[in-house]
């Protein structure tokens, strides 16, 4: 599976920006679909997991109610809602595909090339 994000940006504390992530090559509906994120200095973590149907979440406690994760399997793509943004979430944005939901980076088998969210105070 190939994977491709985009839609970060540089956007004020309380803005809005929609992530995607398109993927190809192999059947999308087959792949559990992850996003992690990876802030300066810090380890790439976890933000939120999307089950290949779309029945199942989760995401990071700390972005509950402000993030939310959806697929479209008719267009192959994945997306990251953020609302409310911190300057704290600053950081590159990853997805990532598995053939099950996981909050483990180390389960998923496929990664975008990251996209870039600026936060500004």
């Known amino acids: 599976v190939q994977l491709q994000a985009s839609g970060g940006g540089l956007v004020q504390a309380g803005g809005s920006l929609r992530l995607s992530c398109a993927a190809s090559g192999r059947t999308f509906s087959d792949y559990a679909m992850g996003w992690f994120r990876q802030a300066p200095g810090k380890e790439r973590e976890f933000v939120a997991y999307?089950?290949?149907?779309?029945?199942?979440?989760a995401v990071k406690e700390s972005v509950k109610g402000r993030f939310t994760i959806s697929r479209d399997n008719a267009k192959n793509t994945v997306y990251l809602q953020m609302n409310n943004l911190k300057p704290e979430d600053t950081a590159v944005y990853y997805c990532a595909a598995a053939r099950y939901y996981t909050t483990s980076q180390g389960e998923y088998d496929y990664w975008g090339q990251g996209t870039q969210v600026t936060v500004s105070s």
């Open positions: 999307i089950s290949r149907t779309g029945g199942n979440t």
